[in-house]
């Protein structure tokens, strides 16, 4: 059986070089890669900020929904990677009723480790979303 996936990008050198779509919508589910906080050269948002990088990251994510219609209301669940779990909380508190219009209704795992691809980076989100 073959699959038909429909990939999307944010132009990063990085795809290319590492060999991975951003997204990839099979059918109604869009499966997202972990979203970084780079703007849109390529450059680190926020060094040392959680809530901005977590802004910034979700802000990707919400680019890459968007290539396929959808938005942050179309995600059914997300997995946060964050290096430091107390700043992740408090940013949360802070951006995540912003970011989605409301208290998200999505399955959500958040789990601290101990480093991200670019030493600087503090979260990296993933997600499903269906359409």
């Known amino acids: ?5 429909e990939t999307k ?8 070089e590492y060999g ?8 109604d589910t869009i499966y997202v890669s972990g979203q970084v906080s780079h703007d849109d050269r390529g450059n680190i948002v926020g060094r040392g900020d ?11 994510l ?10 942050v209301e179309n995600i059914v669940d997300e ?6 779990m107390d700043a992740a909380f408090a940013a949360a508190v802070k951006c995540r ?4 219009s409301g208290t998200p209704v999505v399955a959500s795992t958040i789990v601290q480790i101990q480093r991200l691809a670019f030493p600087e980076l503090m979260i990296e989100i ?3 979303a269906k359409v």
């Open 1 to 5: 059986m073959t699959v038909n996936k």
């Open 9 to 16: 990008s944010l132009g990063m050198s990085w795809e290319k």
């Open 20 to 27: 991975y779509a951003q997204a990839v919508k099979v059918r």
């Open 50 to 60: 959680m809530e901005a990088q977590m802004r910034q990251a979700y802000a990707n």
């Open 62 to 71: 919400q680019k890459v929904l968007a290539q396929y219609g959808a938005t």
């Open 79 to 84: 997995i946060l990677f964050v290096t430091d």
């Open 97 to 100: 009723q912003d970011i989605f």
């Open 126 to 128: 993933r997600c499903v």
